[in-house]
């Protein structure tokens, strides 16, 4: 039974930096490319980063190139999303997915990120 567990959310002022972690269990964590996803209140959930299974490719939404650096560690089951030059705007339930079969699945439970202003 495939788990992930979000962690490392929290409030932060706008400029500043937070790091996520997903924790995975159940599967091959290895053999799966990861993502992370966002939903801001209101707005429907949205893609944010990705990493292939053997991490040297990433792909990210235009608005957080350059800012957040999505990473996994294979030998801890552990995928990360390091957040920096926060803004306002990035405020959201961050979740992260695993791929499985045709698309992004299994989604945790998700960890708060609140930026002020």
């Known amino acids: 039974q495939v788990q992930l567990v979000e962690s490392g959310g929290g409030l932060v002022q706008a400029g500043g930096s937070l790091r996520l972690s997903c924790a995975a269990s159940?599967?091959?964590?290895?053999?799966?490319?990861m993502a992370w996803f966002r939903q801001a209140p209101g707005k429907e959930r949205a893609f944010v980063a990705e990493?292939?299974?053997?991490?040297?490719?990433?792909d990210y939404t235009d608005s957080v190139k350059g800012r957040f650096t999505i990473s996994r560690d294979n030998a801890k089951n552990t995928m990360y999303l390091q957040m920096n030059s926060l803004k306002p705007e990035d405020t959201a339930v961050y979740y992260c997915?695993?791929?499985?079969?045709?698309?992004?699945?299994?989604w945790g439970q998700g960890t708060q990120v609140t930026v002020s202003s």
């Open positions: 997915a695993v791929w499985i079969g045709s698309g992004y699945a299994s």
């Open positions: 159940g599967y091959n964590f290895s053999s799966n490319d």
């Open positions: 990493i292939k299974w053997r991490g040297n490719s990433t």
